[in-house]
């Protein structure tokens, strides 16, 4: 079942974007800067924020109960100043159920609710990546920034 985030999914968002940054972007170990990242961001009091702020729109993807994906729709977000549609600016899936249609059933619930244009980005050694190519977004650029030191480069697409 796909539905709207609730201020009582606060502690299980938290715990699941704990657990699929996590496991995404530190495939050489933990490092102190990224814990301390996925720590201080990813709080019960972060998706409370995101829940109660108008610009923002967070979908569960919920099984048996359990929350097992959501995602972050940001409104006001935009890609080189251009007019691509709303920013997906998460899309995380828990990676047992990842493969399973999940990603896919909650872009096009977002769709149905708020237009097909949009955009977003992820790192370029996501796997990810393959997703959103099978599913033909159009690769339409880059975006980097700089990480404890690192730049981080990241592919942008958007809906066609």
């Known amino acids: 079942m796909i539905r709207k985030a609730q201020l009582q999914d606060i502690n299980s968002l938290a715990a699941l974007a704990l ?24 709080t019960p009091k972060y998706f409370s924020q995101l829940i109660n702020n108008p610009k923002y729109k967070v ?33 995380y899936v828990h990676n047992a159920f990842q493969g399973q249609g999940i990603g896919k059933k909650l872009l096009t619930e977002m769709k149905r609710h708020w237009g097909a244009e949009f955009w977003l980005y992820t790192w370029v050694e996501n796997t990810s990546n393959l997703f959103y190519q099978r599913l033909g977004l159009e690769h339409i650029g880059t975006f980097s920034f700089d990480f404890s030191g690192t730049q981080i480069v990241n592919n942008v697409y958007r809906s066609k």
């Open 59 to 91: 979908m569960i993807y919920e099984r048996d109960n359990a929350i097992v994906g959501f995602a972050v729709v940001n409104f006001e977000s935009n890609y080189q100043g251009c007019d691509y549609g709303f920013e997906i600016e998460k899309l």
């Open 19 to 42: 657990q699929v940054w996590l496991t995404t972007y530190t495939p050489d170990g933990m490092r102190d800067e990224y814990a301390h990242f996925a720590l201080t961001t990813f």
